[in-house]
């Protein structure tokens, strides 16, 4: 197969409009700033919080539909082993987003935070924020890693054009127009990105289904033709497992700094719930056709196709099934709007891992704990260093696995695990310290890394109920995600309160206070933002001030 000129002709003219309405964006931002009379940081990573509701809801759905997304979904319904019954990430996001509506919108938004990370360090304190900001930064690496791996899979199979180079340059692209004008270039970038995607897919979702070689596919869901049923099964004892798996994307995705930049950038408390809902629908919607084409992949006599046989799956190329069905169930042209719908899909992914990762390092480590004086123009560069450094660490992870599908649950598991119950006890339990934290969060890193994890590798050494040996290999059958993130929420809940007994009744010596607990219950948070405010006015600004204030003063109403 040689190099498909016409097809890498429509990709670079995708480029240069992402490109061209990445520079308009960039001059808007720097509009936006020079009438803006905060810092400049607010405005290149949150858009100055202007941004509408339409354009809100278009940036958080594409943000989500990417290359993992498309590429994963189809991937698992494909597999046989698999099925529709456990490819329900468009369910599972959906639910995730309506109850981030429901629950961390509103009290993130209206305490007006730049980052997730910003609630733990105004009640941890700033040196284990910085521990537990570790989890954060690797999870969107592994995020920029599975977009990326994603589009460079689909180009090299319908482009013939190499894998590395397609992931080099489709990098490069986001990283050039996230450097540019931050949050305001992913977002607008974001509706061009996603309106590309629902036309293509969708535009090649009737070629698919009426194709000659493959069977109806309502007649294969629930039948073995050429493989077992794409709808799949679920054994008895599975059904913990797909339990842990529905709440790992349903819980875990509200931890993502990606969700949380979202709603933060919001116009509006309002607005940000609002987003989440209405995205919640565009997600289910745009998962469909990536379900229609794994559907007909299992419904397809590859033998009587040019690829031949044995099928995908026997060859071990399931992650690739999406642009295999493309380039040998469509035609040539619909092939390429397929290209096109993975390159925006991708795109529009990347561009909001890099700017979350850059979110949380420049403003959570950098600004608040090297470097307290740093000028805006500082943070500027800190910011553009930081994306370039990002998109560098996410590009050379692409190169480690073809599989999106196993990126996309290890970020996912890292947040769900590590991220979630901390983000829960921060915001929603007043009890929570300093302390509690910290052994939460070596307790559960501990148990998590114990109870092993086949696809990464990692031996089981403790063994949970129900485990067994699959293929030579032990497996746990119990919810064992589920079961990490219970225990860091309960080791959090249960160490605050044990440490805070302690030094207010007097148990444990006040000097020993760290984290101030007792200092915490006989001062209002009020005085201890002050107090924090004050002891650092020598090394801030005015404006870094104001900011604290901005910060802090709407969380203490809440009582947290």
């Known amino acids: 197969m040689s190099l498909n000129i016409p097809g890498l002709f429509v990709v670079v003219l995708f480029y240069i409009l992402v490109l061209g309405t990445g520079v308009w964006a960039a001059q808007k931002s720097r509009r936006a700033e020079r009438k803006s009379q905060g810092d400049g940081i607010e405005v290149t990573l949150l858009g100055g919080r202007d941004i509408s509701l339409v354009v809100g809801v278009f940036t958080m759905t594409a943000t989500w539909v990417g290359g993992g997304f498309i590429l994963g979904v189809a991937e698992a319904v494909y597999n046989p082993t698999m099925g529709l019954i456990w490819a329900l990430m468009p369910v599972q996001y959906s639910v995730s987003f309506v109850i981030g509506g429901l629950f961390f919108a509103k009290p993130m938004r209206e305490r007006n935070y730049i980052t997730m990370m910003d609630p733990f360090q105004i009640k941890y304190g700033k040196v284990l924020s910085g521990a537990l900001v570790l989890p954060a930064l690797l999870v969107d690496v592994l995020w920029v890693a599975c977009t990326l791996v994603g589009l460079g899979v689909t180009m090299s199979v319908i482009l013939d054009f190499p894998y590395t180079y397609s992931t080099l340059i489709s990098a490069a692209v986001a990283i050039i127009y996230t450097l540019l004008g931050g949050l305001y270039s992913v977002a607008y970038t974001d509706v061009i990105q996603l309106s590309l995607v629902v036309i293509s897919l969708w535009l090649c979702v009737p070629f698919l289904l009426l194709n000659p070689t493959s069977t109806d596919i309502s007649q294969t869901a629930f039948n073995h033709t050429y493989q077992g049923p794409w709808i799949g099964t679920l054994e008895s004892d599975q059904v913990w497992r797909w339990i842990d798996d529905f709440l790992m994307l349903g819980l875990g995705s509200v931890a993502f700094q990606c969700f949380h930049q979202r709603t933060l950038s919001s116009s509006s408390t309002r607005n940000a719930q609002f987003t989440c809902f ?38 071990g190329d399931e992650s690739f099934v999406l642009p295999l069905t493309l380039q040998h169930l469509t035609p040539h042209y619909i092939s390429i709007l397929g290209i ?221």
């Not at 056709?289 to 031949?308: C, E, F, H, M, Q």
């Open 278 to 315: 209405a995205a919640a629908i565009l997600i289910t919607i745009l998962g469909i056709p990536s379900v229609l084409v794994g559907a007909v992949a299992a419904s397809t006599d590859w033998n009587i196709t040019v690829y031949g046989s044995p099928s995908p799956y026997e060859r």
């Open 340 to 560: 096109g719908a993975v390159a925006a899909a991708v795109m529009s992914s990347t561009d909001s891992g890099l700017l979350s990762a850059t979110s949380v390092f420049s403003s959570n480590i950098y600004k608040n704990i090297l470097r307290k004086q740093a000028s805006d123009r500082e943070m500027q560069w800190v910011i553009r260093v930081s994306v370039v450094v990002v998109g560098l660490a996410g590009t050379g992870t692409a190169f480690c696995t073809n599989s999106t599908l196993m990126l996309w649950l290890f970020g996912a598991d890292i947040s769900y695990t590590l991220i979630f119950p901390h983000l829960v006890c921060v915001l929603f339990f007043k009890v929570s310290n300093g302390y509690g934290a910290s052994m939460g969060y070596l307790v559960g890193l501990t148990i998590r890394i114990l109870v092993g994890e086949r696809d990464a590798g990692l031996p089981i050494v403790l063994p949970l109920p129900g485990y067994t040996l699959e293929d030579g290999v032990y497996v746990q059958q119990s919810p064992y995600r589920t079961i990490c993130m219970l225990t860091t929420l309960m080791a959090i809940l249960f160490f605050s309160f044990l440490t805070s007994f302690m030094f207010n009744h007097g148990l444990l010596p006040e000097k020993w206070d760290v984290f101030k607990v007792k200092c915490n219950t006989s001062t209002s948070l009020t005085d201890r933002a002050t107090e924090n405010a004050k002891e650092e006015s020598g090394n801030n600004t005015v404006s870094d001030n104001n900011k604290l204030e901005d910060v802090s003063q709407p969380m203490l109403e809440t009582g947290i």
